[in-house]
């Protein structure tokens, strides 16, 4: 195990927690898989639960995800049967729901739409030819045909936050959940860093600023007063190259998703309605108000944004350099210097803490980390700061940083001293799995439940003997 990365970690050392408490709430994973569940041929139901079916093709799908994410991860023999589980855990889910009344609005479902589809399109390099390739639909069409399941997969997610609104974990809990770990089945955990980093921007010049003003004004002029079609321009001009391979749109989004001059405008036009030009950070902006609904507005958008030039990204690199050595000679401290500095607002607002964005949490692997930071800290201890390091943000400009271990562990098993967010984490799911499997069962006797074993052929008589599915064939409403 002292090669796996810690969430492979973790489903090693909650194995047997999984076979006890496996009601697993599966959202969306994959167009692709999904797409394979609902593709095939509907051949027999397994379960009904409510007004909820469970097909023969909804387990094979999962068993097709599970197979694609374990990632070389030995599946437990009775992985059928423990999706089956859950399977009928989250149809129950869904039957509870429709009796607490809740609901998701069409426009939070065309969000998550959007998003997803966006991403896989971001995949595929914006080309939907190769999504009708993939897929043999368009991404309008995939998104008609996904909308009920993902309607279910939302309302399945706030039936679950809403059971375990509540649930918290106390610090006995998690030492109880640590010293039931056999010793020899701790998990190894790798070198690990916490890094806090200041970030420079290179400034726009004058006359770049000035050329890009001048052609989102011109755009806009063809617009309103030539009536050139918005999403022609958007394909041919807009620099978010994500949305301009689709005519500009950036789909469905709720308030506070964008950026505030955006939304300032957006939220001010009528259905239809194109904005005057408007500048944020990312650079000059026309608007287009496709509709609203609420505090949800789909919008399309074309994006001009002024051009870094080498001397501008020069300027930037020495100032940092500036900044380093006035930190290394203790002129200032190097959190003052993010407060003064810093202009990533993200990092700035966490003392300057960057986020793994594979675990959520402060803390690298070695292995996880950008190739640029990687070799910049390569040999560094500590309390040590990086060189200037140049890298491309998230929106794809270069920016400059500088990057201080704020710890720096050796390789080691799992402890509660070193590692003991991890612990708390892995203590509170089982926790939470625990409560959810208690709170299915409460509610067994309160749903219609019927279970076709005849229609599992080899499985049925796996899941006769299956240990989590005892519930489920207790509750069933006649023979099995």
């Known amino acids: ?19 006890k408490n496996s009601i697993i709430i599966f959202l969306f994973v ?35 995800i599970m197979r694609n994410q374990s990632q070389g991860v030995d599946m437990p023999s009775d992985i059928r049967c423990m999706i089956l589980d859950q399977l009928f855990a989250n149809s129950l889910l869904l039957a509870e729901a429709d009796k607490d009344s809740i609901v998701v609005s069409d426009m939070e479902v065309q969000a998550q739409l959007d998003s997803r589809i966006n991403s896989i399109l971001a995949y595929m390099g914006m080309d939907e030819n190769r999504f009708v390739e993939n897929y043999n639909m368009t991404p309008a069409e995939m998104k008609d045909f996904m909308r009920d399941q993902m309607r279910d997969q939302l309302v399945q997610q706030k039936m679950q936050q809403q059971i375990m609104n509540s649930i918290t974990i106390t610090p006995k809990e998690v030492k109880d959940f640590f010293d039931r770990i056999p010793k020899d089945s701790l998990p190894y955990f790798n070198s690990e860093v916490e890094l806090a980093e200041i970030v420079l921007k290179p400034k726009v010049n004058d006359q770049e600023d ?48 964008l950026v505030p001059e955006f939304e300032a405008t957006a939220y001010q036009l009528k259905d239809g ?3 005057e030009v408007v500048k944020t950070q990312f650079g000059y902006h026309i608007i287009q108000l496709i509709n609203r609904l609420g505090n949800n507005i789909n919008t399309r958008h074309i994006l001009i944004r002024p051009d ?7 300027k930037a690199y020495q100032q940092l350099d500036s900044i380093r050595n006035l930190i290394v000679m203790d002129t200032i401290s190097f959190s003052a210097a993010i407060g003064q500095f810093s202009e990533e607002e993200q990092s700035k607002t966490r003392a300057g803490r960057i986020t793994n964005p594979a675990t959520g949490d402060a803390y690298f692997e070695l292995g996880d980390l950008e190739p640029s930071v990687y070799f910049a800290i390569d040999g560094l201890q500590q309390g040590d700061i990086s060189k200037v390091i140049e890298f491309d943000s998230r929106t794809g400009e270069k920016q400059f940083r500088i990057v201080k271990i704020i710890t720096r562990t050796q390789p080691h098993p799992a402890n509660m001293q070193d590692d003991y967010s991890k612990i708390r984490m892995a203590a509170l799911e089982e926790k939470k799995g625990q409560f959810i499997s208690n709170w299915v069962t409460s509610k067994l006797s309160e749903n219609y439940i019927e279970i076709k074993l005849n229609n599992l052929g080899d499985m049925s008589k796996e899941v006769m003997e299956c240990e989590v599915m005892e519930k489920w064939i207790s509750s069933s409403t006649g023979k099995p």
């Open 1 to 19: 195990m002292k090669n796996m990365p810690f969430k492979r970690k973790i489903l090693k050392l909650n194995q047997s927690i999984m076979k």
């Open 210 to 257: 000035a050329r890009a003003r001048k052609l989102a004004r011109n755009l806009l002029l063809q617009i309103v007063e030539d009536s050139v079609d918005f999403e022609l321009l958007a394909r041919k001009y807009s620099d978010d190259k994500a949305s301009a391979a689709l005519g500009g749109s950036l789909g469905v989004q709720p308030r506070g998703t």
């Open 308 to 314: 870094i030039t080498t001397d501008d990204r020069e």
């Open 30 to 64: 994959g167009l692709s898989h999904c797409l394979f569940a609902q593709r095939m041929q509907i051949d027999k139901v397994v379960g009904v639960v409510g007004n909820k079916i469970i097909l023969v093709s909804d387990i094979e799908a999962q068993v097709k």
């Open 273 to 275: 309605e194109v904005s």
